[in-house]
């Protein structure tokens, strides 16, 4: 088991949450250089209304302007993970993995594979069936089919085996956010949420309390809160 400290950052804006990302990717990966061991961070957060574009991305996939973005008290903002372009906001989990991917034995395909699972289990505990999608990053529900709808975005930073950002799992989002783009670049699929597909609100608590328990058993993660 590799000790992780979870950090629950409740609700907060995007920026001050990438920044405190920033700095914890570059203190472990400091540690890395020095030959030290390295931590590993986790951190939980719901945003505030955000559009984010990944660096592959397209401004083409953002729909509404400056103005229009501002009445619907969103930000849009251009990021360093991989990935188009997705929305972030209250009642969505947003989870936010610091770690040294040689603590856990893994290399990048294998990391990203294990936060889809992390996610397909999760989900699974609602009674709805997670899937992959090829060629299309994240967890989605009827994937293949024409009523293919993304449940959660994933998108990574590696540097020197550390990563940074994460996913993104809608529970109870309003997902009316997501008609003023592309999300993910997508223009023929759907979104969904935990809430949408069970028919209700679920607890924002419990939800966390599942993701956690995941990372538990596929990455061997022993948490410390703070």
Not at 60 to 87: C, P, S, W
Not at 113 to 123: A, G, M, P, Q, S
Not at 167 to 181: E, G, H, K, M, S
Request: hydrophobic share 40%.
């Amino acid at each position: 088991m590799k000790k992780t400290r979870l950090i629950d950052l409740g609700v907060a804006s995007y920026m001050p949450v990438w920044k405190q990302q920033e700095e914890l990717h570059q203190e472990v990966i400091a540690a890395k250089l020095r030959g030290e061991d390295t931590g590993n961070y986790l951190l939980f957060v719901e945003h505030n209304h955000v559009y984010t574009l990944g660096k592959s991305g397209s401004e083409a996939n953002m729909l509404i302007n400056a103005i229009q973005l501002q009445a619907a008290h969103a930000e849009f903002v251009k990021v360093n993970r991989g990935g188009d372009i997705t929305y972030h906001g209250p009642g969505q989990l947003v989870v936010y993995p610091i770690v040294d991917m040689a603590n856990f034995g893994v290399g990048v395909k294998d990391y990203v594979d294990r936060l889809e699972e992390v996610v397909i289990r999760t989900v699974g505990e609602y009674g709805i069936k997670g899937e992959r999608l090829e060629g299309a990053t994240g967890v989605w529900i009827d994937a293949h089919t024409p009523k293919a709808r993304k449940i959660c975005a994933i998108g990574i930073k590696c540097s020197r085996y550390v990563t940074m950002h994460g996913f993104a799992l809608n529970v109870n989002t309003n997902l009316d956010y997501f008609n003023y783009i592309n999300p993910c670049g997508f223009v023929d699929k759907g979104v969904t949420s935990i809430a949408k597909e069970v028919g209700h609100e679920v607890s924002m608590i419990e939800v966390k309390m599942v993701v956690r328990q995941y990372f538990e058993e596929l990455f061997g993660m022993e948490f410390t809160e703070i």
